[in-house]
């Protein structure tokens, strides 16, 4: 596991101010560390390799922590908080592989967008991004619009969100969402008690983009939550942030996989998504131990992990996770069909979805909008889980990139010319579509009657990209 505090939240060792931890403005959280053993120390007995590290960090520093464990396929290692010295014996130790700081980054929509709550029963007025996502022509603000998409639309697919806590007791997910894990504090108690915070938003809202009834594109798909962000204050804006840490990210990302191998020892062909709205600079070269354990996932789990592109106007290869090759990433565009003045952009981005004043589910029966790449990456994840679905077999997260891409409307977003080098491929999705030896292709003929699809009526709302 890679040192890094994703924002979204995070948990912080510093001094409180108005009753929350407060932000370290370095990125780095002072002496925590993640320590990665070596594959050939560990593979035989994991947990005897972790306690003898552990007895080891103790005799250079009795006052050692240790917060998390990990054991993801050949990833066996620490997150601790320990003195200068002690983590320089600990380095020198022959059985680790290797030390990194434990870093944060930001949730990538915070305070990007005024939420609007609904009051009024046209909440389907401005869900215009599922429109846009089912066909290839631009929408025309003067004409009714559609959603089409298969009946199967993400049947016992399960779509991890790691997030802030997502109100599964929310009506529009119809009983098919359920609380998985709480990475911050290991424990799968449902906190609700954050849901009545006001700023405790982000998760519901893509949650809800990826399988809500009314909101969502997989609307069978099962809603996981695993919450691994916390929620810090920043003295220097004088307000708070919500923080993702590289140590918690890593624990979410670890039980995902065993929740996924629980489920697929009853069903081979299980079959998951995973969705991370959340990224940050990095300055590092090398891939991060986050990236590292996301790569596992993909590449040894066989899940496919959708990731947001960020919302500052940069380089997506310069921010993680958004610059790991394997995950699908995912850049924003408004109504208009405009890259989002705001995405991040480049050839580290793979394809383009609707991410501006998007409506979608909020905690206690609420819904609002949001902006940002963030709600991009949702539909992203609900499109893959639709073409899950639709499978016996699950593809692999290579042919589901392979496919997105290919299917994908081309030149149909206006990228500005700084966005150098952004792929121009707009996220679609017909009814139906699978792989049939290795290449995509219209099912439709294999469901009979024009029961073998939906058509939800959108009214047309006014929605641009600032």
Same mark, same amino acid.
């Given at each position: 596991?890679?040192?890094?505090?994703?924002? @979204?939240?995070?948990?912080?060792?510093? $001094?409180?101010?108005?009753?929350?931890?407060?932000?370290?403005?370095?990125?780095?959280?002072?002496?925590?560390?993640?320590?990665?053993?070596? $594959? =050939?120390?560990?593979?035989?007995?994991?947990?005897?390799?972790?306690?003898?590290?552990?007895?080891?960090a103790l005799s250079e520093d009795p006052r050692v922590v240790i917060f998390h464990n990990y054991t993801i396929f050949d990833f066996v290692g620490v997150a601790l908080n320990t003195t200068q010295s002690a983590i320089s014996a600990i380095r020198a130790h =022959?059985?680790?592989q290797d030390v !990194? $700081?434990?870093?944060?980054?930001?949730?990538?929509?915070?305070?990007?967008?005024?939420?609007?709550?609904?009051?009024?029963?046209?909440?389907?007025?401005?869900? !215009?991004?599922?429109?846009?996502?089912?066909?290839?022509?631009?929408?025309?603000?003067?004409?009714?619009m559609f959603y089409e998409y298969d009946n199967i639309a993400g049947s016992?697919?399960?779509?991890?969100?790691?997030?802030?806590?997502?109100?599964?007791?929310?009506?529009?997910?119809? *009983?098919?969402?359920?609380?998985? &894990?709480?990475? /911050?504090?290991?424990?799968?108690?449902?906190?609700?008690n954050l849901l009545q915070d006001p700023e405790q938003t982000h998760g519901t809202h893509v949650a809800g983009t990826i399988g809500g009834k009314t909101y969502g594109v997989a609307k069978n798909a099962t809603i996981v939550s695993v919450k691994a962000d916390t929620k810090v204050w920043n003295p220097w804006r004088g307000e708070h942030e919500f923080r993702f840490q590289s140590d918690?990210?890593?624990?979410?990302?670890? !039980?995902?996989?065993?929740?996924?191998?629980?489920?697929?020892?009853?069903?081979s062909k299980a079959k998951s998504v995973i969705n991370m709205s959340l990224g940050g600079f990095?300055?590092?070269?090398?891939?991060?131990?986050?990236?590292?354990?996301?790569?596992?996932? %993909?590449?040894?789990?066989?899940?496919?992990?959708?990731?947001?592109?960020?919302? *500052?106007? @940069? %380089?997506?290869?310069? /921010?993680?996770?958004?610059?790991?090759?394997?995950?699908?990433?995912v850049g924003c565009s408004d109504y208009n069909d405009r890259l989002c003045t705001f995405s991040n952009y480049g050839n580290c981005v793979d394809i383009i979805a609707p991410g &501006?004043?998007?409506? =979608?589910?909020?905690?206690?029966?609420?819904?609002?909008?949001?902006?940002?790449?963030?709600?991009?990456?949702?539909?992203?994840?609900?499109? /893959?889980?639709?073409?899950?679905?639709?499978?016996?077999t699950p593809p692999t997260p290579e042919k589901i990139k392979q496919w997105l891409t290919e299917k994908s409307t081309k030149d149909a977003v206006t990228i500005r010319p700084t966005a150098v080098g952004t792929p121009n491929r707009l996220?679609?999705?017909?009814?139906?579509?699978?792989? %049939?030896?290795?290449?995509?292709?219209?099912?439709?003929?294999?469901?009979?009657?024009? =029961?073998?699809?939906t058509l939800i009526l959108i009214i047309a709302g006014s929605a641009s990209c600032r």
């Open positions: 596991m890679d040192a890094f505090s994703f924002i @979204y939240f995070m948990i912080l060792s510093v $001094p409180f101010v108005c009753g929350q931890p407060v932000v370290n403005q370095t990125g780095i959280e002072d002496n925590e560390y993640i320590v990665e053993l070596k $594959p =050939s120390v560990a593979e035989s007995d994991p947990d005897a390799a972790i306690l003898t590290l552990i007895n080891f =022959s059985s680790v !990194w $700081p434990n870093r944060y980054i930001l949730d990538d929509a915070t305070n990007l967008g005024v939420i609007k709550q609904r009051v009024d029963n046209n909440a389907q007025g401005d869900i !215009w991004g599922l429109a846009r996502i089912s066909q290839r022509q631009k929408l025309n603000i003067a004409e009714e016992e697919v399960y779509a991890y969100v790691i997030d802030s806590v997502v109100d599964v007791r929310h009506p529009d997910f119809e *009983d098919r969402a359920r609380f998985g &894990y709480n990475a /911050v504090d290991e424990t799968t108690n449902f906190p609700v918690d990210l890593i624990e979410a990302l670890e !039980w995902i996989e065993e929740d996924h191998s629980q489920r697929k020892a009853k069903d990095t300055p590092s070269r090398q891939p991060t131990v986050v990236e590292r354990t996301i790569i596992r996932l %993909i590449k040894m789990a066989g899940i496919p992990i959708v990731v947001a592109a960020g919302n *500052d106007a @940069y %380089i997506a290869c310069m /921010v993680t996770p958004a610059r790991v090759l394997d995950a699908i990433t &501006y004043q998007i409506l =979608s589910t909020l905690p206690n029966n609420g819904a609002g909008k949001k902006d940002g790449t963030s709600m991009s990456a949702p539909h992203v994840s609900g499109v /893959v889980a639709r073409f899950l679905a639709l499978h016996d996220l679609f999705m017909s009814p139906n579509q699978t792989l %049939i030896n290795g290449h995509s292709t219209s099912a439709s003929s294999q469901i009979q009657g024009i =029961s073998a699809f």
